[in-house]
């Protein structure tokens, strides 16, 4: 069974610095996806950035970007120029493409200061 | 554009009583799902759906019913609830062509 690990439960930065939430995953499939997802105060999942695990290039979305490491089984999330809308948790999702389901995290939260 | 709605937003249940979770999309995608995330936990897959009159169970199926007679709509049914059901639920859509699924804002639900 696939499994997703988040092993920092808590993280905080400074803004306008840079941060990196971690994700490690088990499986033994060649092809899926895997997202990462922010949850606001407010509870709504809000998709950040996803990545098909047959791309190599690591994929990013304004300040966001991935660190992929296929072999390792390794997806960090690095935040550039942090804001305090950034505050939120994050979850790292996998998705194996043979099924229809989604695999979450335990989350890590992230605290930005002023 | 309203992607996908959820009703109502929170509710307070006796143990015992049954409710229905409301959940409509208006994407046209095909797959539909539940999640329940209890405090300071990830999403877990109660049931999911690929399209109208297609369902299955997901992670943690016992206590809940769904049913999806249309596209757009993807009621969960709880029929005996109980304070273990105590949980903060998302419905979800999913966009075929990208596999990225899209979230309702959630139901706050308290089982006392």
């Known amino acids: 069974a696939q499994t997703v690990t988040q092993s920092q439960p808590e993280m905080s930065v400074q803004e306008a610095e840079t941060v990196t939430l971690s994700c490690t995953y088990d499986t033994s499939e060649s092809n899926y996806y895997l997202f990462w997802y922010k949850q606001p105060p407010s509870r709504q999942m809000i998709l950040v950035i996803r990545?098909?695990?047959?791309?190599?290039q690591n994929a990013t979305e304004n300040r966001f970007s991935v660190n992929f490491q296929k072999a390792a089984k390794s997806f960090s999330l690095k935040i550039s120029d942090s804001q305090l809308g950034d505050t939120a948790m994050y979850f790292c999702a996998f998705m194996k493409l043979s099924t229809d389901k989604l695999i979450f995290g335990t989350g890590t939260r992230l605290q930005v200061f002023p | 554009n309203a992607g996908v709605t959820q009703t109502p937003k929170f509710r307070i249940l006796k143990i015992g009583q049954s409710m229905t979770l409301q959940c409509t999309q208006d994407m046209n995608h095909n797959y539909m799902y539940w999640y329940r995330q209890d405090p300071g936990m990830g999403l877990k897959l109660i049931y999911y759906s690929v399209g109208a009159g297609i369902t299955d169970k997901g992670e943690v199926p016992n206590g809940y019913n769904v049913s999806r007679s249309t596209t757009e709509d993807f009621p969960l049914r709880l029929e005996l609830a109980a304070p273990s059901q105590t949980s903060v639920y998302f419905c979800?859509?999913?966009?075929?062509?990208?596999?990225?699924?899209?979230f309702g804002p959630g139901t706050r639900l308290t089982v006392l």
């Open positions: 990545q098909e695990a047959y791309k190599q």
């Open positions: 979800a859509s999913r966009d075929r062509g990208t596999d990225t699924q899209y």
